[in-house]
């Protein structure tokens, strides 16, 4: 057997010699009932090897989206939390709604120079008759309506209302120079204006008109009287009332 023969691997009749490039007197005869299984279990392992390289050659084939919740054989945490990053969540509706009616700009004269603070009213309600004015001041904005949200709350009232979300009967009130009269009109929506209007869609009342019987232009009085108003309302109509009152006296 030549040099030739050993480097290209070339079986002989008794003998595998192996392209390692070893003595020839070294290399032992092997028959050729020993030589099938060797080559049989050879061709398994490639055959395996070629599966796994078909099936784990990465993600998208084996079916692993690991990556932001998906819904893989591997899951990450935005999975786990029940969606991934793209998802909307939902955000919680706060209990009451609040609407700025007038924002002052207060000066202040001191020895150092002039000071400045601002002065906001704001109105908070949960559209389901109960409602509140509250007024707050600071030297910046956002903590000045932060406090009158906070008073506003402190100051709830509980307005009576029909089925219908609508006062029983018409009512008067004054505070300060602001006079103001609410009655109910049946089809008509929310008939008012200035601070008023605030006041009584925040409350969720429905169907009702407010009209300013004086000239005072000052937000934060007009809204704290359309209050005083509201609080006047009894949960029975005035109709009701005077027609009990006039029985009695008949019968009396």
């Known amino acids: ?44 392992k490639d055959l395996s090897a070629s599966v796994a390289n078909k099936i784990t050659p990465g993600r998208k084939i084996r079916g692993d989206s690991a990556r932001r919740g998906g819904s893989g054989g591997r899951q990450s945490r935005g999975g786990q939390r029940g969606g991934g990053r793209n998802e909307p969540r939902e955000r919680v509706k706060p209990e009451f709604d609040s609407k700025i009616i007038d924002i002052r700009r207060v000066t ?100 009702v008109c407010a009209k300013f019987l004086s000239g005072s232009k000052n937000r934060l009085n007009n809204a704290k009287v359309a209050i005083e108003a509201l609080k006047k309302l009894s949960k029975v109509s005035r109709a009701i009332i005077t027609n009990k009152q006039t029985s009695k006296d008949t019968s009396q």
Not at 1 to 27: F, L, Q, R, Y
Not at 180 to 191: D, H, K, N
């Open 1 to 44: 057997m030549t040099a030739k023969d050993i480097k290209t691997n070339i079986e002989t009749e008794d003998v595998i010699v192996p392209s390692t490039g070893i003595d020839v007197a070294v290399v032992i005869p092997v028959s050729d009932t020993a030589v099938e299984p060797a080559i049989e279990v050879a061709e398994a």
């Open 108 to 207: 202040r004269v001191t020895s150092g120079g002039r000071r400045m603070n601002f002065s906001v009213a704001v109105v908070a309600g949960d559209h389901k008759g109960r409602v509140g004015v509250g007024l707050g001041k600071s030297i910046d904005t956002a903590s000045a309506v932060e406090k009158a949200t906070r008073e506003a709350k402190k100051n709830l009232i509980k307005v009576p209302l029909s089925v219908q979300m609508t006062i029983p009967h018409a009512v008067e009130a004054k505070y300060a120079s602001a006079r103001i009269m609410i009655f109910p009109a049946r089809g008509r929506g929310v008939v008012a204006g200035s601070s008023a209007r605030a006041v009584i869609e925040l409350a969720g009342i429905k169907d």
